[in-house]
């Protein structure tokens, strides 16, 4: 049996086994999920019994610790003058005696005789649940109201905390457990109660591929891509702004296993912009109601000036045309510069007559 003197306010969430309290009237209380308990109050633990309370907004396992107090030092503890209570006492025989029983019913920092009602002694309880007897028939019946004859005139008012504290027999009500299954007033034993904190991350990686926009660019639309992390799921929502005013949104997909997400905008709206930066913000939820968002900032430049260069590096060589030379077909390579890129077309002519067309290669080099 272990019986705890409690320095904590608590709310249980579930209990294993027999579990009970003594109320301030003295009465011995079985404990469920949802009983709450004060700083103060005796809880009483049958052998091998145990419960789970919710103390400062975590869940604390209590029950029967192997290393257990001998009866005889637990006597000598509460013997003592000490304006703290004994945080938790164990007793490691099946049956204490009767001084101990009632020694261990007393509120240490307050002096008061707290023994149970009726004289019932903690040992008659203990032996009772051991023979598989409901200890709570030894104590009396308690009173939903005041008990009138069937010929008394008016209601009956009954006081409780909340509805789940009315029985459905026994009491002259009419009312029913059944009437409201909602519980409002604790979390069940099945719920987690700690949860751990909520993160969310996000990223862009580009704005038009290379975080500049050219003069093709800014007369068309522009990709704006990204990545999301932490606890940013599948679906969530990417908003993207652009001096503080939205410019678009992006929903977050899987792609080779990465959250990404991607958009585009007008780049004409990037270009007219009075500062060169795009913010995306992310807003992701659990399933407790939390929410947590992130941001990122990502600055672009803007280059609408375009120049093309061009050189003819030789001619048939040497840039001698001979009469052999004039036989057969000559070589023209020249370069390219500026804006000018790979895949580009160099046409070349002679006298308005068009001699051919080459192509711009990645060192920016042509021959025709």
């Known amino acids: 049996m272990n019986i705890i003197d409690l320095r904590d306010d608590l709310v249980v969430e579930s209990v294993q086994g027999s579990v009970y309290t003594i109320d301030n009237k003295g009465n011995l209380v079985q404990l469920y ?57 164990y007793i490691n ?18 002096s008061v005789d707290h023994q149970i009602s009726n004289n019932v002694t903690l040992d008659t309880i203990h032996r009772m649940i051991e023979d598989g007897q409901d200890p709570t028939l030894a104590q009396p019946k308690p009173a939903a109201g005041n008990e009138l004859s069937s010929s008394a005139p008016g209601s009956v008012y009954i006081d409780y905390d909340n509805d789940q504290m009315l029985a459905e027999a026994g009491h002259d009500t009419a009312y029913k457990p059944t009437d409201n299954q909602e519980r409002k007033d604790y979390i069940g034993g099945d719920e987690s109660l700690f949860l751990p904190p909520l993160h969310a991350g996000v990223q862009i990686l580009s704005i038009a591929e290379d975080n500049v926009i050219n003069e093709s660019e800014a007369h068309s639309k522009v990709s704006i891509t990204g990545t999301v992390s932490q606890d940013v799921k599948v679906g969530d929502i990417v908003e993207l702004s652009l001096d503080k005013q939205p410019i678009g949104h992006a929903t977050v997909t899987l792609v080779d296993g990465e959250l990404v997400w991607t958009t585009s905008v007008d780049g004409s709206t990037l270009v007219n912009a009075n500062l060169d930066l795009v913010t995306a913000t992310v807003t992701t939820h659990d399933s407790h109601g939390r929410t947590v968002s992130a941001t990122d900032d990502h600055t ?46 160099v046409i070349v002519s002679l006298d308005g007559k068009v001699l051919g067309t080459a192509t711009v290669q990645a060192d920016k080099s042509w021959s025709l």
């Open 33 to 89: 999920a949802g009983s709450h308990l004060n700083k103060g109050d005796k809880v009483i633990l049958q052998n091998d019994a145990s419960f789970d309370a919710l103390v400062h907004n975590q869940t604390v396992t209590f029950d029967n610790s192997a290393d257990n107090m001998t009866v005889e030092d637990l006597k000598n503890l509460l013997n003592q003058q000490y304006a703290a209570t004994v945080h938790q006492n």
């Open 300 to 345: 672009y430049s803007i280059d609408t000036d375009i120049a093309a260069k061009i050189t003819i590096t030789s001619i048939a060589t040497d840039d001698n045309v001979t009469g052999p030379d004039s036989e057969h077909s000559q070589t023209i390579i020249g370069t390219v510069g500026g804006d000018v890129q790979e895949g580009d077309h």
């Open 93 to 110: 025989q099946s049956q204490p005696d009767d001084d101990l029983a009632s020694s261990l019913l007393v509120k240490q920092s307050h």
